[in-house]
């Protein structure tokens, strides 16, 4: 079975600096996809980034950027210049096949 | 908007109720998916449907019911739940055919069960 494991409930940053939430997973499969999710006090998922476990090009959008470690099975993001409306839960994901397995998120607050 | 709308927002329910959660995709997927989220506990895969069959069931208790008359609409069944139920329910929808396609969320229901 697939695991997921986010070690910062909690985290917080000052608008305008970068921030990084840190993601585990454990998985005997090699072809999987990563995600990191977004879900404002609105409640709905966003999905922020994405990454092929096959590349080994990191994925970058815009401010968000992974930095994928396969042989370490580590999936961090990194917001640079964060803004207010950055304050979310952040979840990271793995899915193979039909399932997508959730982290139990990181709260982040951007302060002005 | 993500294309993917849940009705109601917010429910209160007795142990003796009997309700039911509405969730509608407007964005041509055909696979549909139930998540329970609860405080503290990472997204709890419920059901899938795919074409509108049943193609996962996360063990769930038979007082949770899923039904999905189409590859729009999906259907949560509540009766008799236990105060542990409440939590959001969350509805998400795919276009499948590979392991890429990113699941679209609805808004969720916010359920309380007295």
């Known amino acids: 079975a697939q695991t997921v494991t986010q070690s910062q409930p909690e985290m917080s940053v000052q608008e305008a600096e970068t921030v990084t939430l840190s993601c585990t997973y454990d998985?005997?499969?090699?072809?999987?996809?990563l995600f990191w999710y977004k879900q404002p006090p609105s409640r709905q998922m966003i999905l922020v980034i994405r990454?092929?476990?096959?590349?080994?090009q990191n994925a970058t959008e815009n401010r968000f950027s992974v930095n994928f470690q396969k042989a370490a099975k580590s999936f961090s993001l990194k917001i640079s210049d964060s803004q207010l409306g950055d304050t979310a839960m952040y979840f990271c994901?793995?899915?193979?096949?039909?399932?997508?397995?959730f982290g139990e998120g990181t709260q982040l607050t951007v302060n002005p | 908007e993500t294309g993917v709308t849940q009705t109601p927002r917010h429910l209160v329910m007795g142990m003796t109720n009997k309700k039911s959660l509405k969730c509608e995709q407007h964005?041509?997927?055909?696979?549909m998916y139930w998540y329970k989220q609860s405080a503290k506990k990472p997204l709890e895969l419920m059901f899938v449907?795919?074409?509108?069959?049943?193609?996962e069931n996360n063990s769930v208790p038979s007082r949770f019911s899923p039904e999905c008359p189409n590859s729009s609409h999906l259907f949560l069944h509540l009766h008799t739940l236990q105060p542990e139920d409440s939590a959001l329910y969350l509805c998400?929808?795919?276009?499948?055919?590979?392991?890429?396609?990113?699941?679209?969320f609805g808004s969720g229901t916010q359920l309380s069960v007295l």
């Open positions: 998400a929808s795919s276009q499948e055919g590979g392991t890429n396609e990113k699941l679209f």
């Open positions: 998985t005997s499969e090699n072809n999987y996809y």
């Open positions: 990454q092929e476990a096959y590349k080994q």
């Open positions: 994901a793995f899915r193979s096949g039909s399932r997508l397995t």
């Open positions: 964005l041509g997927h055909n696979a």
């Open positions: 449907y795919n074409f509108k069959e049943q193609t």
